[in-house]
């Protein structure tokens, strides 16, 4: 069932567990995805964003995801990831999505300020809940070394004030993580996130989950994480299963393979979350 991504964040916080949201843009993606959720009972996030446009076409692409929200019995929701203006986001609310991320932070604290705020005043009339993020992650294609050479840190107090002035509902932080393959261990700071959940009481996201070692996500939860991004594993997942594949394997039997690859590391997830079961009961809170 389509439900509002702050809701489902809430309770997450509440009960010390996150959310996944999971970066999809194929059909592949998408079933295995739902198929890992459904079997373990998981609240789950939808997310897409402009980095996929160049594979999907998303005007047509949401009419799937919004299938699979409004039909199973799961609580869900449809999040446009890192919209750089708010023309873009406005086109992801036309389409169909019920969530979405207004991203600012490669701009002066201000100029980010200003933009959240715009949006946050135009949406939340409508009910939908609004993600910004402060401290830039470093973007795809950077190694972990260069990116970590200029990496902009969320600061604490900034947060704070960030949050009061745009009233924004969920806020992603930069703590040392970053967006694709990790070239290098990740250098999480902990004590970044303990310092910015003491400041905001507003369900924080870690965007760049994929390759976080599992204790170093499970103690980010811990200290107040509830909403955790995951694409590149999917692909990582996906790339094995392709690389395995048989010489007389037919494409209909390898795309059976990815959707598998996909659904497991999703299920994998989903347990380092803590998420599995919190679906159950959930419309009866």
């Not at 991203?103 to 002066?108: A, V």
């Not at 005043?121 to 260069?146: C, Q, R, S, V």
């Not at 002035?165 to 993580?177: C, H, K, P, S, Y």
Request: proline share 4%; charged share 25%; with cysteine.
């Amino acid at each position: 069932m389509l439900v509002s991504t702050k809701d489902m964040l809430l309770k997450a916080q509440k009960e010390h567990y996150a959310v996944g949201n999971f970066c999809i843009w194929n059909v592949e993606m998408l079933s295995g995805v739902m198929e890992a959720c459904e079997a373990l009972k998981s609240p789950l996030i939808l997310s897409f964003g402009s980095g996929f446009l160049a594979n999907t076409n998303i005007d047509h692409f949401i009419k799937m995801m919004r299938s699979y929200a409004e039909s199973t019995s799961l609580p869900c929701s449809i999040h446009w990831d890192h919209g750089r203006n708010i023309d873009i986001v406005s086109h992801a609310i036309d389409i169909g999505y019920n969530s979405l991320m207004i991203d600012g932070s490669s701009k002066p604290f201000e100029e980010n300020v200003r933009m959240t705020k715009e949006v946050v005043d135009k949406f939340h009339p409508m009910g939908i809940p609004i993600e910004g993020e402060l401290g830039h992650i470093a973007n795809m294609g950077m190694t972990y070394e260069e990116a970590l050479k200029g990496y902009n840190y969320t600061d604490p107090d900034e947060a704070k004030e960030f949050v009061e002035r745009t009233n924004v509902d969920l806020l992603a932080i930069g703590v040392g993580n970053q967006h694709g393959a990790y070239t290098a261990p990740p250098k999480i700071r902990f004590d970044i996130i303990e310092a910015v959940r003491s400041k905001v009481d507003i369900p924080l996201v870690l965007h760049g989950a994929s390759g976080i070692p599992n204790n170093d996500v499970s103690r980010a939860i811990d200290l107040g994480i509830t909403k955790i991004n995951i694409h590149t594993e999917f692909c990582e997942a996906a790339m094995s299963a392709i690389d395995a594949k048989k010489p007389d394997e037919s494409y209909l039997t390898l795309n059976q393979e990815v959707r598998e690859a996909v659904r497991k590391r999703c299920e994998e997830k989903i347990m380092l979350f803590r998420s599995n079961g919190k679906a159950e009961g959930w419309f009866e809170k």
